[in-house]
């Protein structure tokens, strides 16, 4: 019995080597940020087994082995060169985004912005209803509330008048959604399919890197992104309040963008490959409309683009920057861009949440904020509700919409989508938006926030070690 035990350990021993010996070549190989490095290494180190569990999970570097390899071709459109556009300003921001993601930037594009889940919702509904052809919905989030079941009951209706209707879901951020409500949405004729499912050994180790997208289009005409998902929350609040949110509507050229980016993901999920010019259809153009990019990033992509983006816009800037974020826990790269502005005289404020839905990640956000301060930030906690939106503002030109938060996991690991806007009327609205969210915020002071209690920054200097599983 005993010579068993030892063969037994001395297997468990070499198997473990071997395993490690592995895991950590893998780590090298992957040339990242020397810091990521050394950490994935430290957690080997001090926590054998869990460490490499850990790395298996949460630490593969997918964005090289391309977790969506076959993604469709953009369609020949044959359409007119007036859908081709670059804008005067911020033509270099236009044109990285064009060569990191192919993202095309169309004129003459009608963009409508909602501050409130009521408003957005209403708009929404009003599009599916007046649907004939196709409805493309996806989201991180959908809860089995009573505002996401009158949205399946809406979409199980069309369904039935002959409307085809595709779902998409993430698994995880849906993983409260009951098998129900999907078969009665299958029963009715619609096809829904989460997003990289965990039902299988290369699904759970892919279980970190979530399609954090929102988005919707009907009959190929109009489309809407940005923060919000299918929840009341947004209508009627929950524990913190009301979430004040942003979502745009979009009609015209953009939309094939759009479409396109809908169309990659159900490829993916489905196994089907839709490429029927019928989703792409002839669109209408808005003389007094503005320039769209749609951009979209991921673990799939070889570049960071939004993230790219942000950082461009923000560089270019010569007035103002205005930031709406949840979550602030940026790589450094955009940290770096920011106090740069801020020290050149840009006017930049930042406004995040008092109150959050993960202490964690407050805790992990709030070691960043005096670094802003010291640079000459303005930075503003909202307060009584929720902020979950998203959005940037630069030089009262540049808008970015979209479902990244100002997070490593939004720019390095989800896949995420942004509408880049060009032109005034987007930005004006965003802008009012923003100064009256400041009526109900309260502006931090670097000296206050430098003295607060000792114990306090230990515990957010901590959090912000794991700020890049958060």
């Avoid at 939004?306 to 270019?316: E, P």
Wanted: charged share 25%.
């Amino acid at each position: 019995m005993a010579l068993f035990w030892q063969i037994l350990y001395y297997s468990f021993t070499a198997l473990y080597v071997y395993t490690a010996l592995v895991v950590l070549t893998a780590i090298l190989l992957e040339n990242r940020n020397p810091v990521k490095t050394l950490g994935w290494i430290m957690v080997m180190i001090l926590f054998p087994i869990v460490g490499i569990v850990l790395y298996v999970f949460l630490g593969q570097n997918f964005r090289r082995k391309k977790i969506i390899n076959n993604k469709l071709r953009f369609p020949d459109l044959n359409v007119s060169s007036r859908y081709s556009y670059e804008p005067e300003r911020f033509a270099k921001v236009a044109s990285l985004l064009t060569e990191t993601n192919g993202a095309r930037v169309s004129d003459g594009n009608k963009v409508d912005v909602f501050t409130t889940g009521a408003d957005a919702f209403k708009s929404l509904y009003n599009d599916i209803e007046g649907a004939k052809e196709h409805i493309h919905v996806e989201f991180y989030i959908i809860e089995n509330d009573k505002l996401g079941n009158k949205f399946r009951e809406l979409l199980e209706r069309k369904a039935r008048e002959g409307v085809r209707v595709r779902v998409i879901y993430d698994y995880l951020g849906a993983w409260k959604l009951p098998i129900a409500w999907r078969m009665s949405l299958k029963e009715a004729g619609a096809f829904i399919h989460p997003f990289l499912a965990a039902d299988n050994f290369l699904g759970f180790t892919l279980l970190n890197y979530r399609n954090h997208r929102k988005l919707v289009v009907v009959d190929g005409r109009v489309a809407y992104t940005g923060g919000m998902n299918l929840a009341e929350r947004y209508r009627i609040g929950n524990n913190l309040g009301l979430w004040r949110d942003t979502f745009v509507r979009v009609e015209g050229p953009a939309v094939h963008s759009m479409q396109y980016s809908f169309l990659v993901d159900w490829s993916f999920v489905d196994g089907k490959v839709v490429t029927d010019k019928k989703y792409y259809p002839e669109l209408s153009y808005f003389e007094d409309g503005e320039s769209v990019q749609v951009v979209t990033s991921g673990p799939d992509s070889d570049w960071r683009s939004i993230m790219q983006g942000v950082v461009s816009a923000i560089s270019k800037a010569e007035k103002e920057i205005l930031i709406h974020t949840p979550y602030y826990m940026p790589p450094e790269a955009v940290t770096n861009a920011l106090e740069a502005a801020a020290l050149s005289g840009v006017r930049v404020r930042v406004m995040v949440p008092e109150r959050n839905d993960s202490r964690v990640v407050a805790a992990a956000g709030r070691s960043y904020i005096e670094a802003l301060l010291r640079a000459g930030v303005e930075v503003y906690y909202y307060r009584h509700n929720f902020l979950h939106s998203k959005a940037i503002v630069v030089d009262g030109y540049l808008s970015i919409v979209g479902t990244a938060n100002m997070d490593s996991r939004s720019y390095e690991q989800n896949f995420e989508i942004a509408a880049f806007v060009y032109g005034e009327k987007t930005a004006r609205c965003l802008v009012e938006g923003f100064e009256r969210d400041m009526e109900s915020s309260r502006q931090l002071n670097v000296n206050i926030w430098h003295h607060r209690k000792w114990h306090k920054r230990c515990v957010e200097s901590l959090a912000r070690l794991i700020s890049p599983l958060l």
